[in-house]
């Protein structure tokens, strides 16, 4: 038995026959190719699989692909416009915010829904906001600062910098 | 040309990394993101039961869903010699059981499906007849008279024994011991604990049966080091094999060892002649992948009055699980342990290590342990602040009493480790700085005045990293060298190709900051491959923190190598004698007229033209380089934890935590403090949280991130970093690793810092995790075994 599934991801249409069953997080993986939102615990712990189902985060793992039917996803895929980079993204390059890889794209869309809802978050905010997703490898320290370089960059309203300190 | 940065080739120095352009984007590619055309999907199904006769396996069901393509057991196995492998310890393994299960998780059968959930599916319509038998559960009981015997496979075996080990002089140590003023013991355990990589383990196997190529996508740590040994498993000739290791989700020494799941997505390959994935879920990772620890260890002290730290003996019963799978130099059973002499000047030290079977996942040396190095600093710097307990005095104080001195480097310890470099006193009091030391312990007075738990925690660790020297590290006879090679394209850019694997170090980055700082170039021209076995030359791979020593000095060389080939070139292409050329970053030069000189990509032109070359001169640009270290790196630091107890609840908050490293000259420091943060966070997990412990029939109780708990933003504090820079004398670059500095570093800090908030409580020692229920109870004066169910 499979059920029709309509979703918007990222700003596209996609229409498929699949599972009832099926995870959001093995639909959008398996089923559309994209593979920047990752599967790493099936309890809704980790956050690997985060990303939006109508603009809030939601830990795919736990959601089923017939739950997104008529609705909006956005992955990391859909953060860069128009070849440039979100400042959440650039803040982690510019602070380290990142080492293996594989949480990034489930911390990188929270900290845009965060920054999108609280455009200025002190360390306790940014620090709650992520505790629901595990890093294992940078300690969260550097995650915090690029969030934190991400707000000021949104808020003073620079062009792209190139590169350097955190600011 | 500039860097990114718009400065001049920076070299060594922080820099942005490379790698991050495709993780932000989404665009990495791990092994699950593998896919090709007609791959199949495989699933392992797994013993309930820790210890049991499997009398029948009935696949009859299975076989006969609609979705499934093959079903292989232990038997299918047995009949192409597959059904047991051989560890990295040099004992076998099953790979699918075909006699006994022998811990819960252990791979029975394998299930290859058109799709990930067909798989699962067809799991359970196996039916396995399991007679039950009783397991050992506790290390303590393993040698029992009358325990199960678990290894019953080995002919002539009777007991659970695996190894006896020792090192130190047993003599010696009692003579101190006999007449020392003071002495202190402690029974304590480092609990299994398990690394926990986001990615779970998993492989894409494709053999080709026209070619007879095999070529696996594979999560490890070690491509070369697996290649050989599934050559010499599967009878697939060594230049048949082709493993990939692409992007890899964190391994921690998880990645290490061959899984049965790697060898049945092989044997699925080559059964359907279609490519088969095979992904871990996290259960299966947690239950069955390679723990970490599990040393049930006494310490002893000897002391002097005045504060003299005299001599160090221990006793280790190492709990290795069903199978003897640890990953460490085949002439070390205990990996590393015996540097448990610590950062001290000592007059004698002894260890003896037992090493047993129990109805556990094999495993033991893994989560950035430095082959066990964890746990011999843990054991010190515990016994260290019972003995500045005992003696009344400082933890810190006591400690800069007997730190070895700068000018005892190298120094050879009792057991006969050779330190590199270090300056000990200078580090811990950078940290003790810091943390502002002396104002916190009168700050801990106020509040125990007040009923609050403070507790400041001291420790100071020194690693043993960058294995091996291969005369002496081998594993599974492969000695512990690696090899790099170096090629300079015509027009000035380069290609490193290395053997060991990134996990998230930063490998393209640092390496090519390497030939950077050596060539003069810009590190973005300097394009860094790893992870395939077919494009980088044979190394045994990234573990123990052996990345840098090992291979950064291979770089480093082979830099310096095509440095000197350049040389000759570039005499010809001036026409002076070779001689009087000198080198500045960049650019040979004419000795006295420096305006006659050849920059590096005017060489690599001319290497590949139609200039005319000397005798002997090959026309090229490159240079290779295998690595046999002449020694281990010594990096070292000093941890300063300080906690908050809550006496009605247990819980433990850490409020501060500083970190003092030295690990020799920084590629690029904003790499290494990134390792530390990690590390950091690890010890916070490992004293306070995570545990893979056990119920009397053997069940495993950690076998999900709702039992497993890991540290989160919210446990872990802003870390407060310094340093210290002593150059390795013997490192090319005066590099040392770093990457497993603070894992081993700061659990005995936070555990010295909430044994020191429990004081008032006259609490002496409590085993780690030290949870909310642990140290409650051990405020009630009798805290429990954590690696047990009971209370």
């Known amino acids: ?167 | 040309m500039t860097d990114v940065n718009g400065g001049p080739p920076p070299g060594f120095g922080r820099r942005l990394r490379k790698e991050d352009q495709r993780f932000i984007r989404g665009q990495g590619l791990y092994v699950d993101d593998v896919r090709l055309p007609g791959m199949l999907h495989g699933a392992v199904l797994r013993s309930p039961h820790p210890h049991a006769r499997i009398l029948s396996v009935d696949t009859l069901a299975a076989e006969a869903h609609p979705k499934v393509r093959a079903v292989i057991t232990g038997e299918t196995l047995a009949s192409l010699n597959l059904a047991w492998m051989p560890t990295l310890s040099g004992d076998t393994q099953a790979v699918l059981a075909t006699d006994k299960v022998r811990f819960q998780g252990q791979e029975v059968a394998f299930v290859v499906a058109e799709d990930r959930y067909s798989a699962r599916d067809a799991l359970e319509l196996i039916v396995v007849d399991y007679e039950p038998l009783p397991p050992v559960v506790d290390a303590r009981r393993a040698l029992d008279a009358g325990a199960p015997l678990i290894r019953d496979d080995q002919p002539g075996r009777t007991t659970n024994h695996i190894f006896d080990w020792e090192a130190g002089d047993a003599r010696a140590t009692e003579a101190v011991f006999r007449d020392a003023e003071v002495t202190v013991a402690q029974d304590m355990l480092y609990p299994r604990v398990h690394p926990a990589p986001l990615e779970t383990c998993g492989a894409v196997a494709d053999f080709d049966r026209v070619t007879g190529k095999l070529t696996i996508w594979e999560t490890t740590q070690a491509p070369h080091a697996h290649r050989t040994l599934y050559a010499m498993v599967s009878g697939v000739p060594e230049h048949k094999i082709r493993v990939i290791s692409p992007d890899i989700g964190g391994g921690f020494g998880n990645k290490v060892p061959i899984y049965p799941g790697y060898l049945c997505a092989i044997a699925g390959s080559m059964i359907t002649s279609k490519p088969v994935k095979w992904m871990e879920d996290r259960s299966e990772n947690l239950m069955s992948g390679s723990f970490a620890r599990d040393f049930h260890m006494r310490g002893e002290l000897a002391g002097s009055r005045d504060g003299r730290i005299r001599a160090v003996r221990v006793t280790v019963l190492a709990d290795h699980g069903a199978f003897n799978g640890t990953a460490q130099p085949s002439k070390f059973p205990a990996g590393f342990f015996s540097v448990f002499t610590g950062s001290y000047d000592l007059e004698a030290a002894y260890c003896q290590v037992t090493g047993v079977y129990t109805n556990k996942a094999p495993g033991g040396v893994a989560y950035s342990c430095s082959f066990r190095v964890t746990e011999a600093v843990y054991l010190v710097e515990r016994m260290v602040d019972l003995l500045a307990l005992e003696l009344g005095l400082d933890p810190a104080e006591l400690r800069l009493r007997n730190l070895l001195r700068p000018e005892q480097f190298p120094y050879t310890c009792q057991t006969g480790w050779v330190y590199d470099s270090g300056d000990y006193p200078r580090t811990l009091r950078l940290a003790m700085e810091l943390a502002g030391y002396a104002e916190l312990r009168r700050e801990q007075e106020a509040e125990r005045a007040n009923g609050s738990l403070m507790g400041i925690g001291v420790s100071f660790f020194t690693e043993a990293v960058g294995a091996g020297p291969r005369k002496h590290m081998d594993i599974l006879g492969l000695g512990m060298a690696d090899g790099v090679e170096l090629r300079m394209h015509p027009t000035g850019t380069a290609v490193l190709r290395i053997s060991v694997q990134t996990q998230g170090q930063g490998h393209e980055t640092t390496f090519a900051q390497i030939v950077a700082e050596e060539l003069g170039i810009s590190p973005d021209d300097v394009e860094v491959v790893h992870g395939d076995t077919d494009q980088t030359p044979f190394g045994l791979g990234t573990y123990g923190s052996r990345s840098t020593p090992v291979s950064g000095a291979a770089t480093a060389i082979a830099a310096r190598k095509l440095r000197e080939h350049a040389r000759l070139i570039a005499a010809a292409m001036m026409e002076v004698d070779v001689a009087d050329l000198d080198w500045e970053r960049g650019r040979w030069f004419v000795r006295g007229d420096p305006d006659q000189g050849r920059t590096i990509t005017e060489i690599a032109l001319a290497a590949h033209s139609s200039l005319e070359l000397p005798e002997g001169v090959e026309g090229h640009l490159d240079a290779s380089c295998v690595y046999n270290p002449p020694n281990l790196t010594y990096p070292c630091g000093a941890y300063i934890c300080v906690v908050d107890v809550d006496p009605g609840t247990g819980k433990v908050s850490v409020r501060r935590f500083v970190a003092v490293d030295d690990c020799g000259v920084r590629i690029n420091p904003m790499i290494v403090e990134g390792q530390v943060h990690g590390g950091l966070a690890d010890g916070i997990g490992m004293a306070l949280m995570e545990v893979i412990a056990f119920d009397d029939d053997g069940n495993c109780l950690g076998g999900s991130f709702m039992d497993y708990l890991l540290p989160t933003s919210l446990e872990c504090p802003s870390w407060e970093l310094g340093e210290t820079v002593t150059p390795s004398p013997h490192h090319p670059i005066g590099a040392k690793g770093v990457g497993e500095s603070a894992t081993v570093g700061s659990p005995p800090a936070v555990v010295n810092a909430v044994i020191d908030a429990l004081r008032p409580y006259g609490v002496r020692h409590a085993d780690m995790p030290l949870t909310p229920a642990q140290v409650w109870r051990a405020i009630q004066g009798r805290p429990f075994r954590t690696d047990l169910a009971i209370g």
């Open chain 1, 1 to 167: 038995m499979t059920i029709r599934v309509a979703v918007t991801v990222n700003g596209t249409e996609y229409t498929r026959d699949v599972e009832p069953r099926l995870l959001l997080i093995h639909f959008i993986r398996d089923e559309l190719g994209l593979t920047g939102s990752h599967w790493g615990c099936d309890t809704s712990n980790c956050g690997s699989c985060v990303m939006w189902l109508d603009a809030r985060p939601v830990k795919s793992c736990t959601v089923l692909a017939a739950m997104a039917d008529g609705r909006a996803v956005r992955t990391v895929e859909g953060l860069e416009q128009d070849g440039r980079l979100d400042p959440v993204q650039q803040g982690f390059i510019e602070c380290h915010g990142l080492q293996c890889g594989f949480c990034t794209s489930g911390m990188l869309m929270t900290a845009r829904w965060l920054l999108d809802h609280h455009p200025d978050p002190d360390e306790a905010e940014i620090r709650e906001v992520i505790s629901g997703q595990v890093c294992r490898c940078t300690g969260y320290e550097n995650i915090v600062r690029s969030v934190r370089w991400a707000a000021d960059f949104e808020r003073s309203g620079r062009p792209d910098r190139g590169g350097g300190e955190p600011a």
